[in-house]
């Protein structure tokens, strides 16, 4: 069965760099999503992401945050300068196009585990 | 803006028997969808089951099912004959009916512990 794929598993950086994070979507997905879990907190909405340009972000996707589609497989989240409360498990997901089973559903990633020293 | 409230911080069953998590949410929209997401330790997120909100009947996978009340906002998830793998933390979820691009909104979570 296809499934999303994410990488690194699990990432430390110093307080201030910049780390890219990296999943591939489902092959004939075309609408793509970040979700951020802080630990031990809920599951929290990044961005979604569709057709080349951001389709909806929340207020935590600031100016340090950015996605890009840089080929036909890859979906990545740049943090620019990580600071200690960027500390959380981020997981992708993607959905099918409607017309395809279940349109409304989303499929997640195992995640990345970003620890920010 | 909708919001997802699971009252339940953490629930215990005995293994066989059955539980009922609790999620209620809030939304001025007629078209939705719920979820309930598993998070096992491994934090991986894992899809139980889902409601499309114009469906009256409840849906039913396997040990799972959920009680949906459209007029309560109440989405109960029941889990039948509980296993030691059900052991996990579970997440209602609310996705907006319109558009395609409708993010995910989370309840904070119940963890279930199941005892042997």
């Known amino acids: 069965e296809p499934e999303v794929t994410q990488t690194p598993s699990h990432q430390v950086t110093q307080m201030g760099q910049e780390v890219i994070l990296r999943c591939v979507p489902i092959?004939?997905?075309?609408?793509f999503y970040w979700y951020r879990q802080i630990l031990g907190q809920k599951v929290e909405f990044l961005v979604s992401?569709?057709?080349?340009?951001?389709?909806?972000k929340s207020e935590i996707f600031d100016d340090q945050f950015s996605v890009e589609r840089p080929d036909g497989s890859n979906f990545t989240l740049k943090i620019r300068s990580t600071k200690l409360e960027d500390s959380a498990m981020y997981f992708c997901?993607?959905?099918?196009?409607?017309?395809?089973?279940?349109?409304?559903?989303?499929?997640f990633g195992p995640g990345t585990r970003l620890t920010v020293t | 803006a909708q919001t997802v409230t699971q009252s339940q911080p953490e629930m215990s069953v005995q293994e066989a028997e059955t539980v009922t998590l609790s999620c209620t949410y809030d939304?001025?929209?007629?078209?939705?969808?719920l979820f309930w997401y598993k998070q096992p330790p491994s934090r991986q997120m894992i899809l139980v089951i889902r409601?499309?909100?114009?469906?009256?009947q409840n849906a039913t996978e396997n040990r799972f099912s959920v009680n949906f009340q459209k007029a309560a906002k109440s989405f109960s998830l029941k889990i039948s004959d509980s296993q030691l793998g059900d052991a996990a933390m579970y997440f209602c979820?609310?996705?907006?009916?319109?558009?395609?691009?409708?993010?995910?909104?989370f309840g904070q979570g119940t963890t279930l512990q199941v005892k042997p």
């Open positions: 409601q499309e909100a114009y469906k009256q």
């Open positions: 979820a609310y996705r907006t009916g319109s558009g395609n691009t409708g993010k995910l909104i």
């Open positions: 092959s004939n997905h075309l609408y």
């Open positions: 939304t001025s929209e007629s078209d939705y969808y």
């Open positions: 992401f569709y057709n080349n340009e951001i389709s909806e």
């Open positions: 997901a993607s959905s099918p196009i409607p017309g395809q089973p279940n349109p409304y559903e989303q499929y």
